[in-house]
């Protein structure tokens, strides 16, 4: 069985993230959505909001697994028992930030990362842009799936 870890912190997930999550499930067996817990950083929405809305938007997708963890990832996958790392790649930015922590999980580990790109309709998507909206009172309908919608 081929488990991939997509770890965030998901504050809220986003129509990108959801988008990588639905690829993910064609690639993977099982896709486990890890909300990391970092008790130095704050959130706009709490733990069990974040995980409640990735639980509702994939309700009907039995090879959606949603967990929280804390500590460092590789060490999640291994407990798991997952061979791979999902993530998502907006721009070279990312892809730059994501490849030193990919060659530093090998290193620590077998783990390897898997990169999907984003969907040109979700490339300009992120958490922080959705919560920069939502703090100035606008319309994050076109960017979140529904589960959000019905908290903010």
């Keep these: 069985m081929k488990k991939a870890i997509f770890p965030g912190s998901f504050d809220p997930i986003t129509n990108g993230h959801s988008d990588i999550i639905k690829r993910g499930v064609s690639l993977f067996d099982e896709v486990i959505v890890a909300i990391g817990v970092n008790a130095e950083k704050k959130y706009m929405f709490s733990l069990e909001d974040r995980k409640r809305f990735i639980e509702e938007a994939f309700k009907d997708e039995p090879k959606v697994k949603v967990i929280t963890y804390s500590g460092l990832t590789i060490d999640l996958c291994k407990k798991e028992k997952a061979e791979f790392i999902l993530r998502g790649l907006r721009n070279p930015a990312d892809f730059e930030f994501e490849k030193a922590i990919a060659h530093t999980n090998r290193v620590m580990s077998k783990i390897e990362t898997v990169f999907l790109l984003t969907a040109a309709r979700t490339s300009f998507i992120s958490s922080s842009i ?23």
């Design 130 to 152: 959705v919560r920069d909206v939502l703090r100035n009172g606008g319309d994050i309908s076109q960017l979140v799936p529904e589960s959000v919608l019905d908290k903010k």
